[in-house]
């Protein structure tokens, strides 16, 4: 299967926003769970946020309120829209997809078995 591949990432000021999309082609929602996380340099990955088969999001405490998940412009894509950026959201961020079958937490980078690249958001002051 090919990666989930994103894009959108780029250069913004603290308070700015960003939407990040995801070519999930391969990953169709009833199969898989579908999700975001984020690497800094020298940092663990972190997740951000997630939808699984059955269509139930669910974001990380460090972004909600600021963040939605979602379809995007097509039923194949998948979403991150982060607002009110702040420093510590500069990170690699990355797309993965996890079949249901995989029973792991969705908030674990073990639920998921495909990845994409990356795409880099970086914030500045």
């Known amino acids: 299967q090919a990666r989930p591949v994103e894009s959108g990432g780029g250069s913004v000021q603290t308070g700015g926003s960003l939407r990040l999309s995801c070519d999930v082609s391969?990953?169709?929602?009833?199969?898989?769970?579908r999700g975001w996380f984020r690497q800094a340099p020298g940092m663990e990955r972190e997740w951000v946020a997630s939808?699984?088969?059955?269509?139930?999001?669910d974001l990380a405490n460090s972004v909600k309120g600021r963040a939605t998940i979602s379809r995007g412009r097509t039923e194949n894509t998948l979403d991150l829209q982060i607002q009110d950026l702040q420093l510590s959201d500069s990170a690699m961020y990355y797309c993965a997809a996890g079949s249901a079958t995989n029973w792991s937490p969705r908030n674990s980078p073990s639920r998921y078995e495909y990845w994409g690249r990356g795409t880099q958001v970086t914030v500045s002051s």
């Open positions: 391969e990953y169709t929602r009833s199969d898989y769970c």
């Open positions: 939808v699984d088969n059955y269509g139930a999001t």
